[in-house]
């Protein structure tokens, strides 16, 4: 895939299982990677395995995409990096087992900003 080679590939929800697995991957056919998630140790982490194995760039934000308008504040975190983004893996997403009122409705906003709002603002 040569066509990778030197690409920026945006993964969110990138600090642990399928997203920490999509970011080697790209990396291994050359990618330029932006990791997102939340916590900021198991996203460092991610980030220097992602750098001393593949010698790819990788920029590490923490950012939790779940708040409000975080989407946009993602793209002012990229822009200040002076990045284009070429490939987007919208990884990032939560839900609740179990029965709807064991939880708040807080709990519920929270998901659907994130599965939704922040999906749709980053696509767009």
Known sequence: MKALKSKNVLITGASSGIGEAF????AELGANIIIVARSE???RRVAHAVK???KVNCYPIVL???IEN????????????KLDVDVLVNNAGVGAIGQFENYDLERYRSMLQLNVNSLTGLCW
Not at 23 to 26: D, N, V, W, Y
Not at 70 to 81: D, R
């Open 23 to 26: 970011s080697h991957q790209f």
């Open 41 to 43: 140790n198991e996203l």
């Open 70 to 81: 975080a989407a946009k504040e993602l793209f002012g975190e990229i822009n200040l990096l």
């Open 52 to 54: 001393d194995k593949y």
């Open 64 to 66: 939790d995409l779940s």
